[in-house]
């Protein structure tokens, strides 16, 4: 056919699916027996770093995360290898300066990764910045981010708007991220075409299952001319997680999007994984909540990863009877604080103030730091201004910051490495100190301790709460 559009495969078993699930608990070791078949699929790329695996690694599995990343490129020779990147929060929860987001980037491509996505949880453009210079520089691949979200200030225009600035910035593809499942099939038509209209580079999408939408927006995104698009392989798939891989490989077999993938050949990837759920089931890692269809997500707006963790965290304090009144106070702290999409770090901002609003039983009783922080400005410019009456409520008479955040930080990197220097082992061990001094430092005493045969400290295990 002339008109033939390929759709290339973007698998997330090994990052997004497990975070979304089982709160980023899946291991090196039980990934390394199926990385040189997934290989041999012929997947755009395999998302297999980042976002929360960082974290985790080194607060619960007791590994390093750079040693995973040099371990599956070994193993994963011909797909590239992908990562979520949070601008300039890298995979942390604050601002980092220049000069140390200039290195992470620079270390994750030497280390093997081939495309880094970078968002910024507000969409403000000036925390890419440095991120998407970075990636151009070190000969990465640069794919900007819009993180798509509905409220009143947000429209298929402004979406298209901002792909189109990003591209300028140097952005090498765009992705439309819906980290909610908020995305309808006929908007996401309209959104990617409007989106193919204002660049001219590849455009990606990447969805959850929670709403139940997930693989019909897909397929009418594919049909508005989309790219490529995120999908789990089965056993790792729906609920918060992404859609299945086989069921939309099947779905366009033989039609002028064919992906070209065999399903003989996600045959072995579907058993490994299956063997992996059944493990997290019966380790308690898996619950039932997220892996049911939840309209309500479309009301919440909360994203997959978010929901496992809340879910984690109220099980663990005996609360979780409170989840849906703490999911119904989330549209309202964010809409207070001015629309922010829900995503890492604003997600866990507007969660825990939605969570404390509950607990004290009147709003804004008790405040964090962090939220105080986005009400200010110091994560940047919030899609709607935040009313000057609510903004001395939270902030008091606290100055506003009115620049780009980064802008107000001194050069990192000398001190850190000075810091970092009793526990120096490799290059990258100033990053993960940069990210989680204390986690890190702890992680550094643990591999010096199991190095010499010691006695060692353990992480906080396998069924901590982790608030990514």
Known sequence: MSDIKKVKITETALRDSHQSLVATRMKTEEMIPILEAMDAVGYHSLEAWGGATFDACLRFLNEDPWERLRTIRKHVKNTKLQMLFRGQNILGYRHYSDDVVDYFVAKSIENGIDIIRIFDALNDARNLETSIAAANKYGGHA?????????????????????????????DSICIKDMAGLLRPYDAYELVKAVKAAVSVPVQLHTHYTSGLASMTLLKAIEAGVDIVDTAISPMALGTSQPPTESIVATLQGTQYDTGISLDALQPITKHFSALRAKYRDAGLLDDKVLTVDVNALMYQVPGGMLSNLVSQLKKQGKDHLLTEVLEEVPRVRADAGYPPLVTPSSQIVGTQAVLNVLAGERYKMVTKEFKGLVRGEYGRTPAPVSQSFIKQIAGDEPLVLVRPADLLEPELDKLREEIAPYYEQDEDVLSYALFEDVAKKFFEYRKAKKYNL?????DGANGVHTV
């Not at 947000?154 to 189109?164: R, V």
């Not at 006695?455 to 992480?459: E, K, R």
């Open 143 to 171: 794919q900007a981010v819009i993180c798509y979200t509905t409220s009143k200030v947000h429209s298929i225009e402004f979406f298209a708007g901002y792909a189109a600035q990003l591209e300028k910035m140097g952005a």
């Open 455 to 459: 006695d060692a400290p353990h992480a």
